[in-house]
């Protein structure tokens, strides 16, 4: 019941929220653009004349709808105005300014791999990457692949540096520990920037990473784990 009442309720703000700034979540637009759809449908059945009137009433909420949804996607809100581009733009995920970056051994860490803002996607599928630096014999061995971009953020013995929105988490040589990292990962999931999914692989990752005892040890790990 408080699902449905929190649908409508968001539904129902739309109509109040007659404005350009601000954001709209992909969930909340196209949940708004389906119940706008179904009550035209029945309205239409009912009187032709009531589903022109709501038709009118509801155009200029929801494109202002429409042009949060896109703004929250990380780009302006007028390319609602370019026909297709615009409708396609409505799908895309949720961008947030994210940074991430630590120093490990000379410049070995990767840059992160979008510009400006980043999507939960794009920042999972980052930190769960391989970092391709890890090797056997405490760093002197073979290349073992499988180490996880994230595990260096938490066992690096340089400096770092951490950045969601306007909140950034900066820490010195031998200040890197996973907990800055798990508070990190909470902050975006709590601003609804992840999905529980995206939050359970990143913290799995974490904890895995707690096994770890230094940034030298990670290819001996990985091997032993294939063993």
Known sequence: MNTIK???KMYIEVFKQITLKGRMSRKDYWTFFIINVAISFGLDFISNEVYHIFLGVSILPGFCAGWRRIQDAG???????IPVVGFITLFFKRKEEVEIGVKIFTNNFPEV????NANSNQVTNFLLSDCGCSFTN???GELVK???CIWYLGLSDKFGKLRYKDQVI???FNEANFNIVESFIQVMYLDGFLNKHQNRLLNEAIEEGRKIKSIYEIGDYLKNKQI
Do not use: A, H, R, V
């Open 6 to 8: 929190n649908i409508f």
């Open 75 to 81: 780009y302006k809100g007028w390319f609602i105005l």
């Open 113 to 116: 791999p979008w510009l400006e």
């Open 138 to 140: 405490n760093g002197s």
């Open 146 to 148: 499988g180490d996880k």
């Open 170 to 172: 900066e820490w010195g």
